[in-house]
């Protein structure tokens, strides 16, 4: 739970990370990655704030650039407030973040950030970069809370190779990890660290992915996945996944599957079908701006005859 918390957090970081527009919302225009987290978001108009409700609740308040300034999650037994700080350049400072938990009572964690890798665009951490996205000009981040000291930098060897140096200090114990991932001009195009790797990053114009290679490799496996991304300008979609799964010691672990995405003319996703297992996204309610503010999901096997429905998503969207 505390692995996909800290996941899904970082990906929140991802689209807070930086405007070079810090006096007005940069929605569709220049690089992808310094746009604004609500293009990124696949938000329209000037947001204020968007209110999720549901087993767990969350409020995320933005400024008028289009960058988040607060989230604050409450759920039955966690809680947590995290507020964002930039400078006059747009960019990303500092993040405080104060939690309370039934279990393990108050703790506050401040995130400071660097920028000196001027015009490079920098992969956070070497795992689903395409969901953490790329951070322009980060040079450096730590975190420091009761428990724990973190500091990562981003470092260029040369023009092809960056190392991300990581020193980690959890209840007096100290580790360390380095990973070297390529480059070519501005942008990373793979690295392999343990068990993982990532090759073939391909990009449009604009910075987006167009291509992206992933997986798991062994001695005697290799199970690659291959994204492939729609041609948008507007935002970051996949459009379907395969995965080549190879097992010489045990070829009749060997498997492959594909996994298609499909999308409304407002870019949010209507099915997600692997191999015949089915998620669907309908009865999509929309706002003025073209925001969704209610949504239903409903899942099958393809073997089966009727829909499972989940649950109907809601969200308040307050604008400036």
């Known amino acids: 739970m505390k692995t996909k918390l800290f996941f899904s957090a970082l990906i929140l970081i991802g689209f807070t990370f930086y405007s070079c527009d810090p006096n007005g919302v940069n929605s569709n225009t220049g690089n992808y990655w310094e746009r604004s987290a609500l293009a990124r978001m696949n938000i329209k108009g000037k947001v204020k704030m968007i209110t999720l409700t549901g087993n767990n609740n969350s409020v ?6 289009g960058f988040v300034s607060s989230i604050v999650n409450t759920s039955t037994d966690f809680n947590s407030t995290a507020t964002y700080n930039y400078n006059a350049n747009g960019q990303l400072t500092s993040v405080v973040t104060v939690s309370t938990s039934t279990s393990s009572g108050s703790s506050t964690s401040t995130t400071n950030y660097e920028y000196k890798n001027t015009g490079k665009y920098i992969v956070m951490m070497p795992m689903h970069v395409y969901m953490t996205g790329l951070m322009p000009n980060i040079s450096s981040m730590s975190t420091v809370s009761t428990t724990m000291s973190v500091r990562t930098d981003y470092v260029f060897k040369n023009n092809t190779t960056m190392l991300i140096i990581s020193s980690n200090t959890i209840n007096s114990t100290t580790s360390k990890d380095t990973t070297t991932i390529q480059y070519s001009g501005n942008y990373p195009t793979g690295w392999t660290k343990y068990n993982m790797f990532a090759k073939d990053i ?28 729609k041609t948008s300008d507007d935002f970051l979609m996949i459009d379907n996944v395969v995965e080549n799964y190879v097992d010489t010691a045990t070829p009749a672990n060997n498997r492959n599957s594909t996994e298609t995405f499909s999308y409304n003319s407002n870019n949010d996703i209507t099915s997600d079908n692997r191999d015949g297992y089915i998620t669907e996204y309908f009865d999509y309610v929309y706002d003025s701006h073209k925001n969704w503010t209610s949504r239903t999901s409903r899942y099958k096997d393809s073997s089966a005859s009727a829909w499972t429905v989940g649950s109907t998503e809601t969200r308040t969207i307050t604008y400036w």
């Open 202 to 229: 391909t990009y449009a114009s604009n910075g987006m992915f167009k291509t992206y290679t992933e997986g798991f490799s062994g001695p005697t496996y290799n199970d690659p996945r291959v994204y492939t991304f």
């Open 60 to 65: 995320t308040t933005f400024n008028e650039s």
